[in-house]
């Protein structure tokens, strides 16, 4: 279930929202960017990943909105952030796991 009010970063922050309660196994990331916008919008309900999205809207509270929180029994589940689609990069090179040649394209 979806919460209707309309949030954004003015009068929701992520420290305001939660922890999810969700087992570690379920919890999930996604990241949704259209070719002809200029942002991007990450779905998660990882704690990991809302201690990492915390801190870049502390450090930058206009490039990172919240603009939707989930709900399921009555508890939040989720969130959504919007953010602009040029902070969004992908590496390559370094070691992806012990014993792994570093990898260098």
């Keep these: 279930m979806v919460d209707k009010k309309q949030n954004s970063a003015e009068n929701l922050t992520l420290p305001d929202v939660f922890r999810s309660k969700i087992p570690a196994c379920d919890q999930e990331t996604t990241i949704n960017t259209f070719r002809d916008d200029d942002y991007a919008v990450v ?19 206009q490039a990172y909105q919240v603009v939707r929180v989930f709900k399921m029994g009555g508890e939040v589940s989720g969130v959504e952030v919007k953010f602009p689609k040029k902070l969004l990069s992908f590496r390559t090179g370094g070691k992806l796991f012990e014993g792994e040649e570093e990898v260098d394209e």
């Excluded at 309900?45 to 930058?60: H, S």
């Design 43 to 61: 779905y998660t309900c990882d704690n990991t990943m809302l201690t990492k999205l915390r801190r870049l809207q502390k450090n930058n509270p």
